[in-house]
């Protein structure tokens, strides 16, 4: 079974394959599209925006189609930087801006209250426009300054309380299994592997 993920974001793609090895799918990519629609993410939450991205990416290449929103809603900045969260300096996918605008912002936040939370929301798209939602969580807090090298995005701001590590320090195998996009992948795997159960 071929299933197109919408996302250009190597990452992003790279977690995914991961997280699906095994599962019996052939998982393709936006750059193996040719010439795919942009799809302005003009939604106010992050299912709207990965049901649009969904829907239409599945009815362009008529395939299934996984696509997913997620980002970093800290409490101190009332939910900010949320569904901005990649273009939050302005560009998109600056990770480096970023991040730096959110230590900007959080400059004058005590530690207690530096607390917030990686979301995610994965959408499954059919061509005939039918979509499913599933969601991830995981709470954290933000440091003062980066630390580690893997991961992307605000990884290496994110500290997760019980390992003592951000996400930029944990082994990609303990990442995948308590990040919000795993934990929005692992819902989304048994109606997959239905899906290609039905096929077979």
Sequence with gaps: MKLLVATGNPGKLREIH??????GIDIIGLSELNNPPEVVEDGETFSANACKKAIQMA????????????????????????????RYAGKQGDDQANNAKLLMEMENVPDETRRGAFC?????????GRCQTFEGRISGLI????RGTGGFGYDPLFMVPEYGKTTA???LDIKNRISHR????????PVLKDLVQKAG
Excluded: K, N
Aim: charged fraction near 20%.
């Design 18 to 23: 991961h997280l699906l090895d095994g599962a």
């Design 59 to 86: 009815q362009f290449s008529g395939l299934l189609t996984l696509a997913d929103d997620s980002g970093l809603v800290v409490d101190a900045l009332g939910g900010e930087p949320g569904v901005h969260s990649a």
């Design 120 to 128: 995610c929301v994965m959408a499954l798209a059919w061509p005939d």
């Design 143 to 146: 440091m003062r300054g980066e």
């Design 169 to 171: 320090e944990l082994p």
């Design 182 to 189: 795993g934990m929005a992948l692992r819902r989304v795997i």
